[in-house]
Nanobody, 111 residues
């Protein structure tokens, strides 16, 4: 099973940018598709974006045009570039591959 480690969260003002990283420390060769999810306080975990190893991407409507998902196979890493952040983007962000989840990274956007 893939093991995933996230980084890159933090506190940013509305309109700012952050880049999240998700590195597979084990079994990257088995990855065909990876996802980003987020969970706001008191709410369900929601899917945000996904990318295939071939580079095909999909996005939730709520972040389309502001977030970009990418994958660096040489670095065993998936990224989420988040631009024009809004307070409603505040959440813990998780990366996922099948049944494997990262530990989550907090993103807080102040108004």
């Amino acid at each position: 099973q893939v093991q995933l480690v996230e980084s890159g969260g933090g506190l940013v003002q509305a309109g700012g940018s952050l880049r999240l990283s998700c590195t597979a420390t084990k079994n990257w060769f088995s990855v065909n598709y990876m996802n980003w999810y987020r969970q706001a306080p008191g709410k369900q975990r929601l899917w945000v974006a996904g990318i295939s190893r071939a580079g095909s991407t999909n996005y939730a409507d709520s972040i389309k045009g502001r977030f970009t998902v990418s994958m660096d196979n040489a670095e065993n890493t998936m990224y989420l570039q988040m631009n024009n952040l809004k307070p409603e983007d505040t959440a813990v962000y998780y990366c996922n591959n099948t049944s494997a989840w990262g530990q989550g990274t907090q993103v807080t956007v102040s108004s």
